[in-house]
Nanobody, 120 residues
Framework: QVQLVESGGGLVQAGGSLRLSCAASRSIFSINAMGWYRQAPGKQRELVAIFGSGSTTNYADSVKGRFTLSRDNAKNTVYLQMNSLKPEDTAVYYC??????????????WGKGTLVTVSP
C-alpha cells in the first residue's frame, strides 16, 4: 500500500507560480511511475505530467514549457513546479503512483487531491 499526500495548492493570480508536492509513504524507488493528474469541474481527469521508468517524463501539451517535474528521493517526494499559470489550469490536482506487483498487475494509488485556483 502506498499513501500519497499532496500539498501546495492554493489561489494564485494568472501568470504566477505554484509548486505542488506529493509525498509518498515509501521510497519512490519502489514506484514504477509517479506524477500528476488534474480534474477541472465538469471535465474528465487528465494527465498533467508523469515520471516513468528511468526518470523519463511526459507532459500534457497544454503544460509543456510551463510545468516541470522534479523529485527529492530522500524525502520520497515528487514536485510539480507550475509557472505562468493560466485560469484554465484551475483544477483539483491529484498525485498518482503506479506499482507493478509480483503478478505484473499495475496498481494505482491516488492522493486526495489539492485544489489549484488561478484567477484572471
Amino acid at each position: 500500500q502506498v499513501q500519497l499526500v499532496e500539498s501546495g495548492g492554493g489561489l494564485v493570480q494568472a501568470g504566477g507560480s505554484l509548486r505542488l508536492s506529493c509525498a509518498a509513504s515509501r521510497s519512490i524507488f519502489s514506484i514504477n511511475a509517479m506524477g500528476w493528474y488534474r480534474q477541472a469541474p465538469g471535465k474528465q481527469r487528465e494527465l498533467v505530467a508523469i515520471f516513468g521508468s528511468g526518470s523519463t517524463t511526459n507532459y500534457a501539451d497544454s503544460v509543456k514549457g510551463r510545468f516541470t517535474l522534479s523529485r527529492d528521493n530522500a524525502k520520497n517526494t515528487v514536485y510539480l513546479q507550475m509557472n505562468s499559470l493560466k485560469p484554465e489550469d484551475t483544477a483539483v490536482y491529484y498525485c498518482n503512483a503506479v506499482v507493478i506487483t509480483i503478478t505484473s498487475t499495475g496498481m494505482d494509488y491516488w492522493g486526495k487531491g489539492t485544489l489549484v485556483t488561478v484567477s484572471p
